[in-house]
């Protein structure tokens, strides 16, 4: 309780800051305070640290696992398919080799083939956002700041969109363009485009009217220069929260259509897909289905809370 | 009232054209065509130009467009181009089953939870507020396929032979089959006509059947077998509504009218039953309203893990079998059901909030 109040104290020490600027001889920047903000959120922090960790992982796959990604071990060791898992500490048979995870139906082990797939799906959900981000964040400021027929036609064609699920869109998507991981990627990436589109449209359509833009028109800029310059950073805030939980919602709906056979293809290791291969032997071998699924649902809770804690960290109205 | 409600469907027209041409044109656009899919690799060109001309696809596209445009008004959905069957009688057969699936649902993650928010918004900055919300925040992150499998595996092998152990999939015990409620009162239906197709597509909820025509062994066995895809499908949206109901409860407390009926005196019960809660649910509503996408979409991967033979799967192996009038009339339902629960929303708006009804 005493922390909740000394938090409650310092900020509202650097609301009275930011605004008269007198407790401080510098003046603290709007990011440094979001910044600091962000870092008094215990459930952002929990986010961030999930995400730093599932990064790491990637990164270093190589080093981590004890074994390549697709490995057949048929022949090499003295292990089956689908064996339980096998961790000498925890009291297995020191003879038998260590399989933290166990294999799956084709020997190979199971830990490392999920330590490769933070890559796949850290790598998905960066660049279906990314497209995403751009495309619609380009719509959006179009038609925002064009008006007239061209955003009527703009966002329309996203209420459209919009008003069909979205699992079931990208599996048409991806019927059109045909299964694989690539395809998945740029189908989670159209459905989610209205998303971005909305929100930029939104913010340009209120920068728009804003003195400093009048002052910029006045000055004689051009509408490329005051999308660039005035509105796209200013625009910046609600897109990066969207863009965070977006990852979130990417690595979800990939895992998904992964799951319907749509997504990766084997032999990727992919978390979908490893879990979808299992399925009919989720009585029998339970920790082929259980682990993949828990490193989905682990990655996105990292994104959900991370996105979570910035939305509450950039949100002004909880500067109170 | 009534303009509103016509006010408010004509608005929706142009978004349901829209995504009948969008679903239609990118149909068109999937490669491989119906015939090469039906027929094989190896059809000769002769048995795919009878084949297109059996279906109407010799048609040119925008021909097509305009006949499937003419179709839907006049509730001809036409006949699936695999199973040789009208679309309608595939929707007779497939929607009850995801209808009751989702409404399960969203009975579930209402029912659950609201009261979930409202009890973290009430001891807020308590630990139970912390673990209702931890709760929440690994339910909207969980694969929906992931936890019925593992659902699935803890009910149906774990707990087998307890009394709380539940079925893994399908929809009945094996042998299992319910008597129509028509059949059970003894009425005599024209075969084949609209009406007796009404009461068919009617009859094929199975649990409202069973319900109504007191075939209890039946109704507990449908009821079984529904839970576990049910708790699958509503674990997102009922984390979702929680979190609404908590932050869009806790706004409301600190309003000013809050304090006045306080100082006025009435129990704090009172206070957020009837003042607090009342005002914050517009949100919930709208959110509830926007879960129907995601229980659509999650309906397909529910039924592939529990082996049910409903709407989802039935248009998966549509558009993965390029089976086009399925697909559309599935569409146009799935479509039209959007606008009619966006309406039920709107219309409940004007009831929570009589400023709303003034306008």
């Given at each position: 309780m005493s922390t909740n109040k000394t938090q409650k104290t310092v900020e509202l020490l650097e609301a009275s800051a930011q605004d008269?600027?007198?407790?401080?001889?510098q003046p603290t920047s709007q990011w440094a305070l979001t910044l600091r903000r962000f870092r008094g959120r215990r459930s952002g922090m929990i986010g961030l640290g999930i995400v730093a960790l599932l990064v790491i992982v990637a990164i270093f796959a190589p080093l981590i696992a004890?074994?390549?990604?697709?490995?057949?071990?048929i022949g090499k060791e003295d292990v089956g398919p689908r064996e339980k898992p096998c961790v000498h500490v925890l009291g297995?048979?020191?003879?038998k080799p260590q399989h933290i995870l166990g294999t799956d139906a084709n020997v190979r082990d199971e830990f490392s083939r999920i330590i490769y797939g933070a890559r796949v799906s850290l790598t998905l959900g960066f660049f279906t956002v990314t497209i995403a981000l751009f495309v619609g964040s380009f719509l959006g400021a179009v038609a925002g700041y064009v008006g007239g027929w061209l955003d009527n036609v703009i966002m329309r064609i996203m209420d459209v969109i919009l008003g069909f699920p979205s699992l079931l869109l990208a599996i048409a998507i991806v019927s059109v363009l045909g299964p694989g991981l690539r395809n998945a990627l740029i189908a989670i990436a159209i459905v989610s485009i209205p998303a971005y589109a909305r929100v930029m449209r939104a913010q340009v359509l209120s920068i728009k009217e804003t003195d400093f833009v009048a002052a910029s028109l006045a000055l004689g800029a051009s509408a490329r220069q005051i999308l660039i310059h005035r509105v796209v950073p200013n625009a910046l805030t609600p897109l990066v929260v969207l863009a965070t939980l977006g990852v979130a919602t990417a690595i979800l709906e990939a895992a998904g259509l992964s799951f319907l056979g749509l997504g990766a293809q084997p032999p990727l290791a992919e978390w979908g897909s490893m879990l979808a291969n299992e399925r009919h032997t989720v009585f029998t071998s339970p920790h082929l289905v259980f682990f993949p699924g828990l490193a989905i649902m682990i990655t996105v809770l990292g994104f959900n809370l991370m996105g979570d804690g910035l939305r509450d960290a950039l949100d002004p109205a909880l500067n109170k | 009232m009534l303009s509103f409600i016509t006010r408010r469907t004509l608005l929706a027209i142009p978004v349901l054209i829209g995504i009948m041409v969008v679903v239609f044109l990118l149909l068109r656009a999937i490669p491989g065509d119906p015939c090469t899919a039906m027929l094989?690799?190896?059809?000769t060109e002769e048995a795919c130009m009878r084949f297109d001309e059996a279906n109407g696809l010799d048609e040119p596209v925008f021909v097509q467009l305009g006949i499937y445009m003419k179709n839907v008004l006049t509730f001809n959905l036409g006949d699936s181009?695999?199973?040789?069957?009208p679309v309608m009688q595939l929707l007779i057969e497939r929607l009850p089953l995801t209808t009751e699936l989702a409404m399960s649902a969203l009975a579930i993650a209402v029912t659950v939870g609201v009261p979930l928010g409202i009890l973290a918004a009430r001891k807020h900055n308590t630990i139970v507020d912390t673990a209702t919300m931890a709760f929440a925040n690994v339910g909207v992150s969980m694969p929906v396929f992931w936890l019925g499998l593992l659902l699935a595996y803890l009910f149906?092998?774990?707990?087998?032979?307890?009394?709380i152990s539940l079925p893994p999939?399908?929809?009945?015990?094996?042998g299992v089959f319910p008597v129509p409620y028509y059949e059970a009162w003894g009425w005599t239906l024209t075969e084949g006509s609209t009406w007796a197709r009404f009461h068919e597509y009617v009859a094929n909820h199975y649990i409202f059947n069973t319900f109504i025509t007191a075939q209890w062994p039946i109704f507990w066995d449908a009821v079984r077998h529904m839970i576990l895809p049910a708790v699958a499908l509503a674990t997102i949206p009922l984390a979702i509504i929680a979190r609404i109901t908590r932050s869009s409860l806790l706004e409301a407390m600190n309003k000013d009218y809050i304090r006045t009926a306080r100082a006025k005196g009435a129990k704090e019960r009172r206070v957020v039953a009837r003042h607090a809660l009342r005002n914050s649910l517009l949100p919930v509503v709208t959110i509830i309203g926007l879960q129907l996408g995601l229980l659509l979409g999650g309906a397909v991967l529910t039924e592939t893990v529990f082996r049910l033979a409903g709407l989802g799967t039935a248009l998966f192996d549509a558009i993965t079998g390029r089976d086009y009038p399925v697909v559309q009339g599935f569409t146009v339902v799935i479509a039209a059901a959007y606008v009619v629960v966006n309406l039920f929303v709107d219309l409940s708006y004007g009831y929570l909030d009589p400023r709303i009804r003034q306008k």
């Open positions: 008269a600027n007198l407790l401080t001889e004890p074994y390549p990604p697709n490995e057949v071990l297995c048979d020191p003879e | 094989g690799e190896r059809a181009i695999r199973f040789s069957r149906a092998v774990i707990l087998k032979d307890t009394p999939g399908g929809r009945l015990s094996a």
